[in-house]
């Protein structure tokens, strides 16, 4: 493992910069993604460096505008998501069907929502943590690895961390909207890893390749299946005996989009059990509690092998 490489010159005051539109444009929001960073300044630098330099290959000049409009709106519907959930005892929404009508099948929307969702991964500091967490226990497991399968790629940000942190890995990530594929592709060629970091249209549930994979991924995409013990099941059948993988999943968070209720983490925890998985470490993350609110949105990242027998 290396420090990161970037062939595209980021501009080391993109984060500034951001901080300041958020200051500027969205006050309210301003506070908290403070307090955030001072909880863990140095992710932040680091991960917010590359992710904007990144994130401006595949918006263009605006960049810092799109990504600050899209966090102020991602956390506005968030927060109000969470509130109805609090009232209302389930989530919204219980289909992909339901989601995809109304969300998924709306340009103007997504791109908002994208670039809100991409923001939190460096400007809320529970997802600050689960980022040292990939990098500091999961990513030093690969150093015997040749390739990894991202199942849920969404923008590519993982497979183009894991490409940039590795550099003898190769990663091919699988996602079912052409619209992220494409974003993806920016990023890995901004990143400077796209000739390691590929990305296929796919189906996370059903995907198979002749030849199984060393390593693989899959971050919050549990909570928007209807049945997430399907896709579990199929990384199983993805990786080697005794690989590892990395998995995150978001517990009693209400976005829009989220299907699958998960009450607590021995819930995940039992779902990689019973796909073959032997788990090795756990972190699990929130805000700080809202006393206001009677769930608590958590994050759990999960750090596991595949079972190369029945028991271990």
Not at 207 to 218: V, Y
Not at 224 to 249: R, Y
Request: hydrophobic residues 40%.
């Amino acid at each position: 493992m290396t420090n990161m490489q970037n062939t595209r010159k980021n501009d080391p005051q993109d984060a500034q910069k951001l901080l300041e539109l958020i200051r500027t444009d969205y006050p309210a929001f301003y506070q908290s993604v403070n307090e955030n960073i001072s909880k863990n300044p140095n992710a932040f630098k680091e991960l917010s460096s590359f992710a904007l330099g990144w994130a401006k290959e595949a918006i263009g000049a605006d960049a810092l505008e799109v990504i600050a409009k899209g966090y102020a709106y991602f956390v506005t519907d968030v927060n109000r998501h969470q509130i109805e959930y609090c009232i209302r005892g389930h989530y919204k929404n219980k289909s992909y069907t339901e989601v995809y009508d109304q969300i998924y099948n709306n340009d103007e929307y997504m791109n908002i929502y994208h670039w809100g969702v991409f923001a939190t991964l460096f400007l809320w500091n529970h997802h600050l943590r689960i980022y040292d967490f990939y990098r500091d226990q999961f990513l030093p497991m690969l150093d015997n690895c040749a390739n990894m399968i991202e199942l849920g790629s969404g923008s590519g940000i993982w497979s183009t961390l894991t490409c940039s942190l590795c550099p003898n890995i190769t990663t091919l990530g699988i996602d079912i909207s052409k619209s992220s594929l494409n974003i993806a592709q920016k990023i890995s060629k901004s990143a400077g890893v796209s000739l390691r970091a590929s990305f296929k249209v796919g189906d996370a549930l059903t995907f198979k390749q002749n030849a199984l994979f060393d390593a693989g991924i899959s971050c919050f995409l549990l909570e928007h299946l209807e049945a997430p013990k399907e896709l579990m099941n199929n990384l199983a059948q993805c990786v080697k005996p005794g690989a590892p993988i990395f998995i995150t999943a978001a517990i009693t968070a209400a976005e829009v989009d989220h299907i699958y209720e998960f009450k607590n983490e021995v819930e995940v925890l039992d779902l990689l059990n019973e796909s073959g998985f032997r788990i090795l470490q756990v972190q699990s993350t929130s805000p700080e509690p809202d006393e206001r609110l009677c769930f608590l949105p958590r994050s759990i990242a999960i750090i596991a092998v595949r079972k190369s027998s029945e028991h271990w």
